[in-house]
C-alpha cells in the first residue's frame, strides 16, 4: 500500500460534506476502510438558513461514538477557508448562508468527543488521497483526480501531497477554473451543460446527465452526441495539464461514472491516444472507492497519513504549452 508517511491513530472520525447530503463515519487507517456500521448519513438543503445547515451537520457527527480528543477529518466543497475552517460560500448556488461562519469552531463546541482538532480539506482532494492511499492510485506518484457530478472537481498529487500549484497544476488545483473555446469549463461539461445542450438541440428538458444517458442507451443520437462532445472537450482541456504534471493516473469518481461506459471513451479520447492508456503511460481509471474515497481521504489527512500544499489564490489560467509545439 503507497502512503504518505506517518503512524497516526487507528480510528478516525470523518465527514463528508456534500452538495445534498452529510456523510460521517469512522475509518480504520490500518484497514484502509470506512467501517460500515458506523456511517450516518443526513441530508441538506442547500438553500437552507445557516442554522439548519449546521444543525444537520452536527447531528450527522453526533452520531458517531468519537474517540475523546481525537483529530476529525471534515471534506467540504470550497468556496471555503480550510486552514482557519471559515465558509466562504458565495455565487455556487448552495450554502451561501454559511458565508462567514466559523464552521470550525461550531464542530469544536458540539461535535463528540470532544474533538482535539478539527481539520478541513478540500472535497475533491480528500477524494484523491483516499484514492491514492487505499484505492484506484495506489501505486501511482504523480496522478491526478476529477469528479464529475452537478460541477467538475479536481485535485493533483505529488509526492504524496496534494498540489495547488505548480508546473502542470491549474491555480488552487482547480480544472473548472479552465476554459473551453472561450466559454467557463462548466458550461461546457457539468450537469446543467449537457441538460443544456440537450435541449438546445432535441427540443426537450431531460432530468439531469443520467436521464441524458438512458437515452443514448436507448439509441438516441442527439443524447449520444452530447455526450460524446462535452467529455471529449474535457478530455482535450485536461491533457496538456496532466501532460506537464507528468501524471500516471487519472482516477475519475463522481456521480456521473455510471455512465462510464458512454462518457469513458469519449474523455480518454480527447485526452489523446498517444498519452491515455498508451504511449505516455497515463491510465485513466474509475474510483476504487466511489462512496467513500473522500472519507478514507479526509481520515488520511486528519490522521497525519498525507497533506495537503496550499496555494496563493489565483485566478489567472492558460494552459501549458504542449510539447513540441513552437
Not at 458506523?38 to 453526533?62: D, K, N, Y
Not at 476529525?72 to 455565487?91: C, I, S
Not at 479536481?154 to 509526492?159: E, I, N, P, Y
Not at 497525519?304 to 510539447?323: D, M, N, Q
Request: charged share 15%.
Amino acid at each position: 500500500m503507497t502512503g504518505g508517511g506517518g503512524t497516526g491513530p487507528a480510528l478516525v472520525p470523518v465527514m463528508d460534506v456534500g452538495g445534498t447530503h452529510v456523510t460521517a463515519a469512522l475509518v480504520d487507517l490500518g484497514a484502509g476502510a470506512v467501517i460500515g456500521s458506523t456511517v450516518r448519513r443526513r441530508a441538506l438543503r442547500p438553500s437552507a438558513p445557516a442554522g439548519e445547515l449546521l444543525e444537520s451537520i452536527l447531528g450527522c457527527g453526533q452520531a458517531l461514538a468519537a474517540p475523546a480528543r481525537a483529530s476529525w477529518g471534515v471534506a467540504v466543497p470550497g468556496p471555503f477557508d480550510y486552514d482557519r475552517g471559515v465558509a466562504l460560500f458565495a455565487g455556487v448556488g448552495k450554502f451561501e448562508s454559511l458565508y462567514g461562519t466559523d464552521v470550525g469552531q461550531e464542530l469544536r463546541a458540539g461535535l463528540p468527543g470532544p474533538p482535539g482538532s478539527v481539520r478541513f480539506l478540500n472535497d475533491a482532494d480528500a477524494f484523491l488521497l483516499g484514492e491514492w492511499l487505499f484505492g484506484a492510485a495506489d501505486g501511482h506518484d504523480p496522478c491526478a483526480a476529477i469528479t464529475l457530478g452537478t460541477g467538475v472537481g479536481s485535485a493533483f498529487l505529488s509526492g504524496g501531497v496534494v498540489r495547488q500549484d505548480g508546473p502542470g497544476v491549474p491555480p488552487e488545483g482547480r480544472v473548472d477554473l479552465l476554459r473551453i473555446d472561450g466559454q467557463p469549463l462548466e458550461d461546457v461539461v457539468s450537469t446543467r451543460a449537457i441538460e443544456r445542450g440537450y435541449e438546445r438541440i432535441s427540443g426537450v428538458n431531460p432530468q439531469g446527465a443520467a436521464h441524458v444517458a438512458g437515452l443514448a442507451r436507448g439509441g438516441d443520437a442527439i443524447a449520444a452526441g452530447v455526450l460524446q462532445s462535452a467529455f471529449e472537450a474535457l478530455g482535450k482541456a485536461l491533457s496538456p495539464w496532466l501532460e506537464e504534471f507528468g501524471a500516471e493516473a487519472l482516477v475519475v469518481g463522481g456521480s456521473m461514472t455510471g455512465s462510464w461506459d458512454l462518457i469513458g471513451p469519449a474523455l480518454v479520447g480527447g485526452i489523446g491516444a498517444a498519452m491515455a492508456d498508451g504511449g505516455k503511460g497515463l491510465s485513466v481509471l474509475v474510483a476504487a472507492h466511489p462512496e467513500h474515497a473522500a472519507l478514507l481521504g479526509a481520515g488520511a489527512y486528519a490522521g497525519g497519513r498525507s497533506g495537503v500544499a496550499r496555494a496563493t489564490p489565483a485566478r489567472t489560467v492558460s494552459p501549458p504549452t504542449p510539447p513540441g509545439a513552437p
